[in-house]
C-alpha cells in the first residue's frame, strides 16, 4: 500500500502539487536533516542543504525512475548538497599525521548511540565526512573519493585515521 500511495505521491509531485510536495517534504525532512547535519555538523547550513535539496527534488521529481527507492534517491541529492556547502569548510588531514596514530586503541568500556555520535562530530572535517559517507551512508571509496573531489587512496586514508580518532575520543568520553 505504500508503494501505490509513494507513486502517487510521486505522480503528484511531478505536477506541481503543492499539498503533495509538503507531504513529501513532512516525510522525510528529518532523514534526510539528519544525514547533512551528521556531515556539515552546523544547524544553519544543514537548514541550507536540506532547503537547496528539496528545490532540487521538486523539480527533478519527473525524473526519478524507481531504480532505487524515493528515500534512498532523495537522500543522494541531500548528500551531496551538504557535500557542496562543505567543500570550502573540509579540510584533509595530511598522510603521515594519519599513519602517526596507534593502529588499535581497545575500548575500555561501553558505548551507546548518544556517545558514538558526540565522539563522530567531534572528529576534523575531512575524516568525518569520509566516515560518514563510508561507514554511515554505504557509499564505496570510489563514489566517495568522486563527490568530495579526492583520490580513493586518500578516501581509505581518512577513513582510517577517523576510526583510530575515534576510539581515542570514545575512551576518553567513556572514561569522563
Known sequence: MKQNSEKDLITRCSKQDRKAQFELFERYKVALYSSVFRILNEEDLAHDALQEAFIEIFKGIKKFRGECTLGFWMKRIAIRKAIKLAKSRILFTPLDQV??????????????????????RELPTGCRSVFLLIEVEGYKHAECAALLSISENTSKSQLSYAKKLLRGKLNELIKA
Not at 581497545?106 to 558505548?111: A, H, K, Q, R
Open 99 to 120: 599513519t602517526a596514530l596507534p593502529d588499535r586503541t581497545p575500548l575500555d568500556g561501553w558505548i551507546d548511540g548518544e556517545l558514538l555520535d558526540v565522539a563522530i
